[in-house]
């Protein structure tokens, strides 16, 4: 099992909130040929990397994405800008007809869009 990644039964999905370190997914998350490779697009500042763990059941993959802040090299600062950065998740088994939840709303996604770019 990769990490980020876990097993639960299929149990009800509590949404966290972003105060909880989580953060909505906002924009469209591709998936590979394969289906089992997924890019989550996250918000990210200068000095910041996108996280996304999953919760996987037989019905539904949630996504949890975050950030992890770290320090700017000596006598630098952060930059300025915000952007999004995709995380690569690698699910378990392929997605097949398993849907996609944010974990951070609770919300479904849409289906992924098919990732034409070699992974």
Do not use: N, W, Y
Not at 14 to 33: F, K, M, N, Q, Y
Not at 39 to 58: D, F, L, R
Not at 74 to 83: E, R
Not at 105 to 117: C, D, N, Q, R, Y
Request: net charge positive.
């Amino acid at each position: 099992m990769g990490a980020g990644c876990a097993h639960a039964p299929e149990a009800r999905i509590t949404p966290t909130s972003p105060a909880e370190g989580h953060l909505p997914i906002i924009r469209a998350v591709s998936i590979d040929r394969t289906g089992r490779i997924l890019k989550v697009p996250v918000e990210v500042g200068g000095c910041q990397k996108p996280v996304v763990s999953t919760v996987q059941t037989s019905r539904v993959v949630t996504l949890a994405a975050s950030v992890k802040t770290h320090e700017p090299p000596a006598g630098t600062k952060c930059p300025a800008v915000v952007g999004f950065l995709h995380f690569k998740v690698t699910l378990d088994k392929p997605l097949g007809d398993r849907r996609l939840r944010d974990g951070a709303t609770g919300k479904f996604l849409p289906p992924p869009t098919h990732s034409s770019a070699r992974q």
